[in-house]
């Protein structure tokens, strides 16, 4: 993928703390499984934004390498992939996902993506230590060694 097109998709993925690749868009989902996660949300109450794959098919191509996720939809919770509509309907039906929404509403509040918080351990002495990092829009997991 290229920078431009990798941008891009950064700054949709920033641009609403939920927000959805999907085919056709919130109003007016063009496929089932859109319509699935349209429907959660909705039922949920939660604000979030869209943007349709079938306008942009470099978008469309591009969201899947971004996530190396196959399929659309694709939900990103504060710049975290979370899943398309199966792992949405799991998420939903288990309250994880209502959970994981109202996390995000408060960490907005407060101005904090989730991609900005981590919590690392020192190997040896056990001492924890929490800061704030930046990343490219995806969770990065990190690993004492």
Request: with cysteine; aromatic share 8%.
């Amino acid at each position: 993928m290229d920078a431009s097109l990798k941008q891009r998709i950064d700054d949709l993925v920033a641009s609403s703390p939920v927000f959805v690749f999907m085919k056709g868009n919130k109003l007016m989902p063009q496929c089932g499984f859109s319509n699935n996660v349209v429907q959660i949300l909705n039922a949920l109450a939660v604000p979030f934004e869209t943007f349709d794959v079938l306008s942009d098919m470099e978008i469309r191509q591009g969201i899947k390498d971004y996530s190396e996720w196959p399929t659309i939809p694709q939900v990103y919770v504060n710049g975290e992939f979370i899943g398309g509509s199966d792992i949405l309907i799991e998420m939903y039906n288990s309250g994880e996902l209502k959970e994981k929404l109202e996390i995000a509403k408060q960490l907005e509040r407060l101005g904090v993506a989730n991609d900005q918080i981590f919590v690392g351990f020192e190997v040896g002495n056990g001492h924890q230590r929490m800061g704030h990092r930046r990343s490219c829009g995806r969770v990065k997991r990190r690993h004492a060694r």
